[in-house]
């Protein structure tokens, strides 16, 4: 039977994309085939936003022309011609189609815009009704008394019971910080054990739209091409009419700037508040009347390194512009992680999405999405707050990334570096991290105390005071000793630093876990179904048989803690007692001392690839082993075939790869690619987070 919710509301800039997001994200991780359809479309000449977020969040494989009912062009018509059941009737036949190839689906219904006002709650329940759809309504919290929100509440509540609706839930939503405990007490006192409610604040990132919004609602051409910036929000507007002198009075810190394309100006003035300091920073510039600036100008701006802010064009004259930008509000786009990272911590924060999930009785299939996966990763770290120190607070990604790891509630965080640099950065990139510590370990009162740590520690190899003193303002044992020190529960580095660089100090100072001899990796490698966990694949080149069996055992903690069942290969060229030669023989021993040392652990070895993951080939090859043809845990005999057939399999089935996460330290330290994204440094912050808790547990 298909699961079936309809998300509704009573009016417009209710905020009911952020419900459908929250319980989109609900839904995908549950691991079923999921659909998305809105009764009603503006137009069919344009693919929907809703519905394209959908598609290329999700990936869905659902074709776009299976998602929708009908156009609102042609629900008028029929409206108007007396056949509202016809409309219905059309609709119902489009969603049935759907729902023979999906488990759930999510039904978003009318934004108040497509069809007469009036009529329009009418035709969102008959909607829901026909469908067979439990209804989840967003009530506008946008008010100045908080009885105000809880009489439209009681007043949707009962007019849904009037039209028979099945209620799941009523969401309130953008309700004012300074009135959410007056909202959330009215509203219990009202609804107690009627129906389920959830009192959600406003966020000024979700209200306000971004540079991208803009560019797409207004068809704008950018003039220069630096995409991070699309992101950037807007948090007012200034139409630029005076001269120069008078116009600066008035800007505001990520204000967007109208301005006719010829005010050269305008457009310099603008753009030197970037460097000032005496300036607040503008967001962008919207350059109107189709006019670009005078070559001279644009041969100015194009000699600078690097653009200041992003320029866009667009056609339509200054007030026609004005006007259309004050029409916009913020929505959500596939590629804008930090606005999706602020709509999911507010859902997480205010809506008990376990207590929804069992309402609903959504059943868990054994299969893990790559997105199953990573949601789990970001839920389990925030079971337990912890500290993580990020040592490159100069670097985009890391500054991107912690911003989300805020959003979202995982982690608190502590950077290094200049303060002043980088908090100029962070300015730069408008970027929220107020909740973040800045820590300079030039100028930092932890340096004496760490650096006579770092002396006792290592005055046996010669290490002088003078050396600690200088060697400790290095970011990366600063860093290291806020975690041996307990300042942080964990360090994640090495998207601006080399491997050796990050993990060096932990090495000297965190040093290995007892009974572990060597430090290594794994990589979590996220497939289509399921996650394996592959190792060492990024720190030691020859691991000798004892090391290799203790690369398995770490590798068997480690995907125990992340929810992964270690079946263990000790991969090799050669399966069983078929092969012979040095490089066998080494496997072979290795797995016999893992056994030996963990009899608890189910692991086989030495053995294929083919006859570790295909159970057709573990049936010919091993029939009777628990592991050949289920392996999860796969660790391979060197660096070199390890790194190659990580590598080969993340390009081959368009794997995930996850890390490489370090095992075997006394204290979580996690080595980032240069190379990586701003999505790797966020799933290694919470498996930074997770890797705390084990610690706690030996301690």
């Excluded at 009347?289 to 866009?312: C, H, N, T, Y």
């Amino acid at each position: 039977m298909t699961q079936k919710i309809y998300i509704a509301s009573g009016e417009p800039g209710s905020g009911k994309s952020l419900v459908v997001l929250g319980m989109m994200d609900l839904f995908a991780r549950s691991g079923h085939k999921v659909g998305c359809f809105k009764p009603l479309i503006a137009s069919g000449d344009q693919v929907d936003p809703d519905l394209r977020f959908i598609l290329e969040r999700y990936s869905s494989d659902v074709p776009y022309e299976s998602m929708y009912g009908c156009t609102a062009a042609s629900a008028r018509e029929l409206i108007n011609s007396g056949k509202y059941n016809e409309l219905l009737k059309a609709i119902l036949d489009k969603f049935k189609a759907l729902e023979n190839r999906c488990n759930q689906i999510l039904c978003i219904g009318t934004d108040f815009r497509n069809i007469s006002p009036a009529m329009e709650f009418d035709f969102n329940t008959d909607i829901a009704n026909n469908l067979g759809c439990l209804v989840m309504f967003v009530v506008n919290g946008r008010c100045t008394d908080p009885q105000e929100a809880v009489d439209r509440s009681a007043t949707i509540i009962e007019s849904l019971r009037e039209r028979n609706c099945d209620i799941l839930a009523v969401v309130v939503n953008r309700v004012a910080s300074a009135m959410m405990g007056e909202v959330t007490k009215k509203l219990d006192e009202t609804l107690a054990g009627k129906v389920p409610f959830y009192v959600v604040p406003e966020s000024s990132i979700l209200a306000k739209p971004t540079v991208g919004n803009i560019a797409e609602a207004l068809g704008a051409v950018p003039l220069n091409a630096e995409n991070e910036w699309m992101h950037r929000q807007i948090s007012n507007y200034k139409v630029a009419a005076m001269e120069l002198p008078h116009f600066l009075e008035y800007i505001e810190k990520d204000s967007l700037i109208i301005v006719p394309g010829d005010r050269s100006d305008i457009i310099l003035g603008s753009l030197l508040s970037y460097p000032a300091k005496t300036y607040p920073q503008i967001a962008a510039l919207l350059l109107t009347g189709g006019l670009e600036p005078a070559p001279q100008v644009s041969k100015l701006i194009e000699g600078l390194d690097r653009f200041p802010v992003p320029i866009l064009s667009v056609k339509t004259d200054t007030f026609t512009t004005a006007m259309n930008v004050n029409a916009l509000s913020g929505t959500f786009t596939a590629g804008d992680q930090r606005k999706i990272a602020a709509g999911l911590g507010l859902m997480e924060a205010a809506v008990d999405l376990v207590s929804l999930e069992k309402r609903i009785a959504m059943p868990r299939v054994t299969k893990v999405t790559p997105l199953m996966f990573e949601h789990d990763l970001l839920q389990r770290a925030k079971e337990k707050r912890c500290r993580i120190v990020l040592p490159e607070g100069n670097d985009e990604r890391i500054l991107r990334a912690a911003e989300i790891i805020l959003l979202r509630g995982v982690a608190d965080l502590a950077l290094l570096g200049n303060i002043q640099e980088v908090k100029g950065r962070i300015n730069a990139l408008g970027l929220r991290l107020e909740a973040a510590q800045i820590i300079d370990p030039a100028s930092s009162e932890l340096r004496e105390e760490f650096a006579a740590k770092y002396y006792e520690l290592r005055k046996h190899k010669g290490i002088s005071q003078q050396m600690a003193q200088d060697t400790i303002t290095d970011v990366s044992y600063f860093g290291t000793m806020m975690v041996h020190c307990r300042y942080a529960d964990g360090m994640v580095s090495g998207a601006a630093h080399t491997t050796q660089h990050t993990i060096r100090p932990a090495f000297e100072i965190i040093r290995t876990k007892p009974g572990c001899s060597i430090v290594s990796s794994v990589f979590l490698m996220c497939l289509a179904d399921r996650v394996l966990v592959f190792g060492d694949c990024a720190v030691n080149p020859d691991p000798n048989p004892q090391q290799l069996a203790d690369i398995a055992i770490s590798s068997a903690e480690t995907a125990l803690m992340f929810g992964i069942e270690p079946l263990i290969a000790m991969m090799s060229y050669s399966t069983g007692e078929s092969g012979k030669g040095v490089d066998v023989d080494k496997v072979r021993e290795a797995a016999a001392i893992a056994r030996k040392q963990r009899p608890d652990l189910k692991l086989e070895g030495p053995i294929q690839y083919d006859a570790a993951i295909d159970p057709g080939v573990a049936k010919s090859k091993m029939p009777n082993s628990e592991v050949a043809g289920k392996a999860t845990v796969f660790i391979f005999p060197d660096l070199n075939t390890g790194n190659n057939t990580y590598k080969a399999v993340q390009r081959a089935a368009n794997a995930v790869a996850i890390g490489p996460v370090l095992q075997g330290l006394n204290k979580p330290v996690n080595d980032l690619s240069r190379g990586c994204t701003v999505a790797d440094i966020v799933n290694t912050i919470a498996i930074t987070a997770i890797q705390t808790r084990s610690g706690d547990k030996e301690s």
